[in-house]
């Protein structure tokens, strides 16, 4: 099985070791990893059926010998339960608390003046600002946890410091995607006019093209979109909200929208409404997909990845989404300002992830959300040109993590450098510890020993 830890990184092989220590609980719950990561899974020390209790601090059991991580649970699993999000199934406050309102609302959303939508959310989102797990409004608590046991490593290790392919080309400090989903036919016609915007600040973006039901999709829209630079990928086949309703559905769903994947010559999809079940990814053929959230509190689908960066489901990679749509900005948290992607931004940069923004061209037709959008622009070419921040299509951000998966540093005499394809890009990282907390350094140029930055954790 691939080592999620040595994955994240990309250490040297062997670089970094954790080992299981104790027995572990029959029973999976919750627990915590110092004061800022709540877990779920299997621990040695007692686990809670609620994310709102007091928690055992796992990291209180944990420890370092010969240079292995000795862990009270089992770092593996405990990551899958919460990138796959199965603390969810198991906790059975699954998909759609309310399924009724939530089938009946998403069929008909297209169709509601917003005043009546917003009533039918009501019952949904009841209590969602008392949720504690995922936190709102970014939950960063695999990339904390990687964080803390790497410092834990690199504090007890002789080297000091622990080399690693950084995560993003050319030393970018983070990165940035806009994504577009097209609803209705009004949305469609709005889609030149958006790019229009986009190319006024020089951003790229990607489309996510409803093929069935909703509005016709003519070969010259496809084309209006690419011939401009910016991607099409395939949102849902219908926009019914059942796409994940049964298997045998969804097998036979998956099948139809394979034909629009090479019709189209789409890598990326983005199942409706952010439904999504990953245990069946692997009847998608798409290279990527950007529809798990990080934290889904306003989402009609609870639960959340848990992490800000990408990660893969068997082949696919999973773009998750970052930030809260411009749906639920305006229209749940009647907010028409860009601090909350803001705050959300600041929290993803902390840990050197990726922001990633769902606007509807249907949604900000008004002259007021468009101010909004635009604000959200000048704001990102901002953290483009002021603080590094690369702003890819998400076809690119796709291209660089899979070959950075293939990337290996090796040792080359007495320096370390990163081969495999795309490796002129790479920038070698070194992980240190001051105090505590994790250090991470910078080489400017692959080869070159000195240090151009030093990042730290807060
Ligand atoms: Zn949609």
């Not at 086949?237 to 559905?249: C, K, M, Q, T, V």
């Not at 053929?285 to 848990?306: E, I, T, W």
Request: hydrophobic share 35%.
């Amino acid at each position: 099985m691939e080592n999620h830890l040595a994955q994240y990184y990309r250490f040297p092989e062997n670089h970094v070791r954790v080992a299981l220590r104790g027995n572990l609980s029959e029973a999976k719950g919750f627990f915590r990893f110092g004061p800022d990561a709540i877990c779920y899974g299997r621990c040695s020390g007692a686990v809670s059926n609620s994310a709102g209790a007091a928690l055992f601090d796992a990291q209180d059991e944990t420890m370092v010998e010969g240079g292995t991580v000795l862990l009270p649970f089992d770092l593996q699993e405990v990551v899958d339960n919460l990138r796959w999000e199965r603390y969810m199934e198991d906790a059975r406050a699954g998909a759609l608390r309310n399924p009724v309102v939530a089938s009946l609302y998403y069929f008909l959303r297209p169709l509601l003046p917003i005043d009546v939508r917003k009533h039918l959310q009501k019952a949904h989102l009841n209590g969602w600002r008392d949720l504690r797990f995922p936190r709102w409004p970014v939950d960063r608590t695999v990339d904390t946890l990687f964080e803390q046991i790497l410092a834990q490593s690199v504090h007890k290790s002789e080297a000091r410091e622990i080399p690693f392919i950084w995560f993003w080309p050319d030393g970018a400090s983070s990165c940035a995607i806009m994504t577009h989903d097209v609803e209705t036919a009004s949305g469609r016609d709005l889609c030149s006019g958006l790019m229009d915007i986009n190319d006024s600040f020089g951003m790229r973006a990607s489309f996510q093209i409803v093929p069935e039901s909703r509005y016709d999709v003519t070969a010259g829209f496809l084309s209006s979109i690419r011939d401009r630079g910016f991607e099409i990928n395939i949102q849902d086949l219908n926009h019914d909200g059942r796409l994940f309703r049964s298997h045998g559905e969804f097998l036979q769903r998956a099948a139809k929208i394979d034909l629009y994947r090479q019709q189209y010559g789409a890598e990326g999809f983005r199942a409706a409404v952010l439904y999504r079940n990953q245990q069946w990814y692997d009847a998608l053929k798409f290279s990527y997909d950007m529809s798990v959230p990080n934290v889904a509190h306003l989402d009609p689908q609870r639960g959340g990845c848990c992490t800000v960066m990408p990660y893969f489901i068997g082949e696919i990679l999973e773009l998750p989404v970052t930030t809260t749509q411009d749906y639920s900005l305006f229209h749940i948290l009647n907010d028409y300002s860009i601090n909350l992607w803001k705050q959300q931004t600041e929290l993803i940069m902390e840990k050197h992830g990726l922001m990633s923004f769902i606007i509807h061209p249907d949604y900000i037709s008004g002259v007021r959300e468009r101010c909004v959008y635009e604000a959200l622009l000048s704001y990102l070419t901002g953290l483009r040109d002021e603080k590094n921040v690369w702003i890819p299509t998400s076809s690119e951000v796709n291209r660089w993590w899979r070959q950075r998966r293939q990337m290996k540093l090796v040792r080359r005499g007495d320096s370390w450098r990163v081969e495999g394809e795309g490796k002129e890009r790479a920038r070698i990282a070194y992980a240190s510890e001051h105090d505590g907390q994790l250090v991470y350094s910078l080489t400017s140029r692959q080869g070159e020993n000195h240090m151009e930055e030093i990042k730290s954790r807060r």
